[in-house]
């Protein structure tokens, strides 16, 4: 069993950075694929970066070059760093994690109904 707590989020203005991090519990290393969603109101939530279990990455194509993900076993911990924010970034970003041994270029393809744990959610709002 996983779980998963999201802290990081905040105000920002227009072209601002923030860090975001995820806290887990459990066991991920191989055996978890992990991600960060994003869902803003009114619409579908949405794939941001993903890490595979072996640690390969890759994040969406709609922050492509603006956004990062890592994640520390050492310290149980994902990030996503996110620089250049823009006003259409604004949402509550989610951490995720799901078991999987898919490469991460499949990872990336899955819908947020694959994966089975998540965290509560942490608030960005840029303006």
């Known amino acids: 069993h996983v779980q998963l707590v999201e802290s990081g989020g905040a105000s920002v203005q227009t072209g601002g950075s923030l860090r975001l991090s995820c806290a887990f519990s459990g066991n991920t290393r191989n055996t978890h694929c992990m991600a960060w969603f994003r869902q803003a109101p009114g619409k579908e939530r949405e794939g941001v970066a993903f890490?595979?279990?072996?640690?390969?990455?890759t994040v969406a194509e709609p922050v492509k070059g603006r956004f990062t993900i890592s994640k520390d076993d050492a310290k149980h911990t994902l990030y996503l760093q996110m620089n250049s924010l823009e006003p259409e970034d604004t949402a509550t970003y989610f951490c995720a994690a799901a078991i999987s041994d898919l490469p991460v270029d499949v990872v990336a393809t899955l819908g947020h109904w694959s994966f089975s744990y998540w965290g509560p959610g942490t608030q960005v709002t840029v303006s």
């Open positions: 890490v595979d279990g072996a640690g390969a990455t």
